[in-house]
Each structure stands twice: as structure tokens, then as C-alpha cells.
């Protein structure tokens, strides 16, 4: 038997100390069980998110000298780590074997991720197959490329993640060189559904090369915007034999399995499973991912503004259930010491709740009493710290000032924008001052649909420090409020589930509401998969949902239409969205995902063509 082992580790770019802590900590609980073959995370020493720094030199040699500090720590063990190598003026990412505390040689990466949210060819170069140079560190040679390793009944290869992803990969040659062990090391960020198609990866690989195949992921929110899941799998010969508990608060996770290599006929018993719905994975990544951004900024709790509507109350709960998924995983002195919060002296989940989150109802004469009571029940139930006040002196204020420099009054039938576009960004100087108050995090509200078509208030809405859900559309935070309400057992959501979205800025009888002034949000979220996802034409993006009678083909051609027209307006607005987390298969961060040019000619003659159709 051969004891296999995969960790996840929740490492920071550039956090030479904390990460070293990890990796350290990994390696000695792998001893402590016996563990013979440890596989790491992908460049798990510097942080897979260095981003432009990779381009340097320096990071490599600091990347050598944190190296130099694993090795001692290897005895009587073989561990795979990731790690940036400047070889021969060009740069690598790559996996280090250390057996025993001697290095053994160098795994290159040979297919570099470069769409979505991944730019690795901008840093590195791609390995060869089948390619092994010389490399010389410290006065010692070693393999670089893509090596093999044979150890007794063992003969193990490599991939690391996007190496395994490809039609043409390593494994394929790996097979026919009868490797029976396949170690992948990866920097695999969070999606939705995204582990049922990686758990089927390394199923299938086991089977189709006839091995034993472990995979390790890196863990958290490790530089801002991507979430790693911390997902560990080891399958063998077709079938998965050990599985971890992924998006952990933990900061360190070690899995493992024994495997009979000369023995080709064992069975294991199936790992447990865990709920993978969409929903909870929504639940999981998001509090995972505001915890290790709250921390890792060194700030001292969340600023919101609660309007009582569905996106603010879902960033609500995802905060409130952050506290208490931490405190149930690392218990009260943990999850506070870890997040520099020490100096919350309660155990109570609803005070610690208070001591960190802080919401604001900043009301207008344009606002309800019901969206008021939506918001003060929320925040009480929660635990949140509630305010709440009027701001039509401030908006008063400036309006007055317009209209004596232009010297007439703005009405709403020629100046509707201007007057909902004063209310929002009104709000935002006085909840800033909160956030600055308390050294706090402001969140931001917008969601994916409002980016689409740039329904949000620059400088208002959008005005933060970070924004949670901007990578969702509407229609799904619609049904996951609904969602948790009954499984999380939040009765106050009863009252934002009962309402229209409406951004509440226009006066109550005109009865404003979001899908009014836009289109339908389930329509946005088709017509958004073909035209932002998978880049298509007004006329395709027509073609193919006319078919699927969601609507009347001319209601279709104008929901279409005003899409199209929205999107390229509002280029500007995208760029200036707060950071956001990653969480659907695409978002339309330009800075992340979806590139699109700030001036254009707006789909003029696409939008004529649809339209005569």
C-alpha cells in the first residue's frame, strides 16, 4: 500500500510568510499520517494571482529562496509544489518533486489557460512534450520538462490543470509510457457546476489511462476576484476513491488515500457525498470569499446600504451567513483572531453579526414603507446594525443648485434621469463616511443584469469597495432570496420575495419597477448567454430564441434591440465596476472576463438587420 495524499492550501499572492506557514503545515500533518506522496497546489508558494509581477525577475528568486525553505522540511516524503522558474530568460510554471529533502526535478506546464478570466501566456512559456532540459540552481542539476518519475511499483507523471483540460494532453503520452499515477496540481477557480465537470475530469482520466489520478486545488479568495474551491479528488482506474469537503474556511486541508499499486483488482469504498446545488454553491463561495476579503484587506467589518430590494437583502445574508458558516467551521477565537477581530469580545453569532455589518436605509420621498419594513426586519433578524434616514435634504440641496445655474426648475417629464440619478448618488457620500467611520468595507449592490444595460447610478449603486454579486444576473438572486427563506430560515425575506424590484427613485404613483423600465430579467439572462457568453449577432441571438417562444418574435426583436443598444452605451460603466468575485462560467468584468470597446458604432447596421428581419 501506498499512502497518497492532496492538500488545498489558502495561500495570498506575494505572502511569503503566511503561505510558507501552509505549506509547512500541510507537509507536517501528510508525516503525521504516514503520508508517502503529497501533491500541492499549483504555484503555491508566491500565490497563483502574482498577475503583471510574473513579468519581473525578482519574484523568481524569492520563488527559489521560499523553495530552499520547503526542502529540509520533506523527510521521509514526496512532495509535489508549485512554483515560478526563470530558465534560460523565459518563465515557467512549474511543479518541484522533492523526495527526502532532495529535489528531484522540475514538471513545466505545457497548455497555458488564455480565455476567460486566465491570461497565463501573457507570463509564461509553454513546456514541450516530451522535452526534458537541464536547469541549475544553487550548483546542483536538475530535470526540467516534462519528466517522469519511477518509484518500486509506482511510475508518476504530471499535469497541471488547464495540461489536463486539452483534447492533445500530457496524459496521453503519459499512458503510453505506462505511468500509473497522475499527480495535478491546480489553480482552479469556482464556477458554478464547475465541480461536477471536474470530478467527471479526473473520473474519466483514471479510467481512460488507466491510473490512479489525484488532483489538489488551491483554496479562498487568494488575490480579490477569482475563488478557488480548495477541491482535492483522487480517483482510480475509473472510480473516485477519496473526496474532501470543498470552499472551507480552514486554511489548510489534507486528504488521503491508500492505494495497492501492484495490485490492479481492489476496490475502495465511495467518499461521502455533499449538496452541490446551485444554490448552496452560490451560499459557499460568496461567504468564503467576503471572509477571506475582509481579512486579507485587514478591514474591520461591511458597510451596506439596505434599500430593502433583492440585491442589497441577498448581500445582507450573505454576510450575516458568513459569520456563522466561519464560527460553525473554526469556532468563535479562530474565525475572529484569523479575520484581526479579536477585539469583538462576545461569542453570541448575532453580536459578532453587529460588531461587524452595519446597514443603512437612506429614504426619499420615493420610497415605500414597505421596502422600509423589508429592511429594518432583515437587519434585525440578521443581527446587523441598523440605521436609517432621510437624504431628500441633500438631494434638495443640489437640485436647487442646478436649477439656479440653468435657470429653469427640472421637472420629471424633461429631466427623469437627472432627478433618479441625483437620489442614488446622494446616498453615497453619507454611507462612505460610515464605511471610513468604522474601517469598514462598503459593498456594492449592482448585479450582472444591471451591468448588461447599465441600470445602475455611477458613483451611486455602484459606489464601493467591493461588489459580491456583480458577476450574477438579477433573475438569479430573485430565486436564490426565495431559496433562503425557506432553507437558511430567514422569515424576514418574506417581504423583499413579495415585492416587484424597483429602484424606488421615480415618485410612488408611477409605480416604478425594474422590468418595466428594462425587459423581463429571465429574457436578459438568455439574451445575455448568446450575446455576451458566446459572442453572437442581434440576428443569431433572434434565431435561436424565437425558437424557444419565450415571447412574441416583435417583443423579442425589441428586448433584443434595447440589449444591444444598452450594452454599447454602457461600456463606461463596466469598467468602472467594484472588484468582484467570479462566480458564474462568465461575468462582464472587463477586467476579468469581457473585453468591449468603450466607443463604437453600437451595432448600428446588426440592429437594422435584425429589425428587417
Not at 503555491?44 to 494571482?49: D, E, F, K, P, S
Not at 484569523?338 to 446597514?359: H, M, P, Q, W, Y
Not at 440641496?397 to 440619478?421: C, F, G, H, M
Not at 416587484?500 to 429571465?522: C, V
Request: aromatic share 10%; net charge negative.
Amino acid at each position: 500500500m501506498t499512502k497518497l495524499a492532496g492538500a488545498t492550501l489558502n495561500q495570498t499572492a506575494l505572502n511569503w510568510e503566511g503561505n510558507h506557514k501552509h505549506i509547512a503545515e500541510a507537509i507536517k500533518t501528510a508525516q503525521k499520517n504516514k503520508v508517502e506522496i503529497l501533491c500541492l497546489p499549483e504555484l503555491c508558494i508566491t500565490g497563483y494571482g502574482c498577475e503583471d509581477l510574473f513579468l519581473g525577475n525578482w519574484i523568481y528568486d524569492r520563488a527559489l529562496q521560499e523553495l530552499e525553505k520547503v526542502r529540509p522540511l520533506c523527510t521521509d516524503i514526496i512532495v509535489a509544489i508549485g512554483l515560478p522558474i526563470k530558465f534560460e530568460g523565459r518563465n515557467y510554471n512549474t511543479t518541484c518533486i522533492i523526495k527526502d529533502t532532495e529535489i528531484l526535478g522540475f514538471y513545466v506546464k505545457q497548455n497555458l489557460a488564455n480565455d476567460g478570466v486566465h491570461y497565463e501566456p501573457r507570463w509564461f512559456t509553454p513546456g514541450i512534450s516530451e522535452k526534458v532540459d537541464k536547469i541549475t540552481i544553487n550548483d546542483k542539476t536538475y530535470d526540467f520538462g516534462d519528466i517522469v518519475l519511477e518509484f518500486g511499483d509506482i511510475k508518476m507523471g504530471f499535469e497541471i490543470c488547464e495540461d489536463a483540460w486539452r483534447e492533445v494532453r500530457p496524459a496521453c503520452k503519459l499512458y503510453e509510457k505506462g505511468v500509473n499515477l497522475i499527480l495535478n496540481p491546480s489553480a482552479s477557480h469556482f464556477a458554478f457546476d464547475k465541480t461536477i465537470a471536474r470530478e467527471e475530469l479526473v473520473v474519466t482520466s483514471s479510467k481512460n489511462f488507466h491510473c490512479t489520478y489525484l488532483y489538489a486545488n488551491l483554496l479562498g479568495n487568494e488575490a480579490g476576484r477569482m475563488i478557488y474551491d480548495g477541491e482535492i479528488l483522487i480517483a482510480r482506474h475509473g472510480t473516485l476513491i477519496q473526496r474532501n469537503n470543498w470552499l472551507s474556511f480552514q486554511d489548510v486541508e489534507l486528504i488521503y488515500a491508500d492505494v495497492d499499486f501492484s495490485n490492479e483488482n481492489e476496490t475502495y469504498p465511495a467518499p461521502s457525498e455533499y449538496a452541490r446545488d446551485k444554490n448552496t454553491e452560490f451560499l459557499k463561495a460568496e461567504t468564503l470569499a467576503l471572509y477571506d476579503y475582509l481579512r486579507k484587506s485587514r478591514s474591520k467589518g461591511f458597510i451596506l446600504s439596505l434599500s430593502g430590494g433583492a440585491d442589497s437583502s441577498s448581500i445582507a445574508v450573505l454576510v450575516a451567513e458568513m459569520v456563522r458558516r466561519g464560527v460553525a467551521e473554526l469556532g468563535v477565537d479562530l474565525f475572529l483572531s484569523k479575520a484581526g477581530l479579536s477585539s469583538i469580545d462576545s461569542r453570541d453569532i448575532n453580536e459578532i453579526v453587529s460588531a461587524i455589518f452595519t446597514c443603512a436605509y437612506q429614504g426619499t420621498v420615493n420610497s415605500s414603507e414597505d421596502t422600509f419594513n423589508s429592511a429594518k426586519e432583515l437587519a434585525s433578524q440578521l443581527g446587523a446594525t441598523f440605521y436609517h434616514w432621510l437624504i431628500d435634504e441633500e438631494v434638495s440641496s443640489y437640485t436647487k443648485k442646478i436649477e439656479k445655474a440653468i435657470d429653469r426648475p427640472l421637472t420629471w417629464e424633461q429631466d427623469d434621469i437627472t432627478l433618479q440619478n441625483i437620489q442614488a448618488r446622494a446616498r453615497s457620500p453619507i454611507i462612505w463616511m460610515l464605511a471610513n467611520i468604522n474601517n469598514a468595507l462598503l459593498l456594492t449592490t449592482s448585479n450582472r443584469s444591471e451591468g448588461d444595460v447599465g441600470y445602475a447610478t455611477m458613483d451611486g449603486d455602484t459606489s464601493g469597495s467591493i461588489s459580491p454579486i456583480a458577476a450574477v444576473d438579477k433573475h438569479f438572486i430573485i430565486g436564490w432570496l426565495k431559496w433562503a427563506e425557506q432553507e437558511l430560515g430567514y422569515s424576514a425575506l418574506s417581504h423583499v420575495n413579495s415585492l416587484q424590484p424597483s429602484a424606488e427613485l421615480r415618485p410612488l404613483e408611477n409605480k416604478q419597477t425594474d422590468e418595466t423600465d428594462l425587459m423581463p430579467y429571465h429574457i436578459i439572462v438568455e439574451i445575455e448567454k448568446l450575446a455576451i457568453k458566446e459572442h453572437q449577432s442581434p440576428l443569431e441571438v433572434f434565431k435561436a430564441l424565437s425558437l424557444l417562444n419565450l415571447e412574441t418574435d416583435d417583443l423579442l426583436k425589441q428586448h433584443i434591440t434595447r440589449f444591444y443598444t444598452l450594452w454599447a452605451r454602457n461600456q463606461w460603466k463596466r469598467e468602472r465596476i467594484a472588484p468582484s468575485f467570479h462566480v458564474d462560467d462568465f461575468n462582464v468584468d472587463p477586467r476579468t472576463w469581457c473585453r468591449f470597446p468603450i466607443l463604437s458604432g453600437s451595432f448600428k447596421e446588426e440592429l437594422e438587420a435584425l429589425n428587417n428581419y
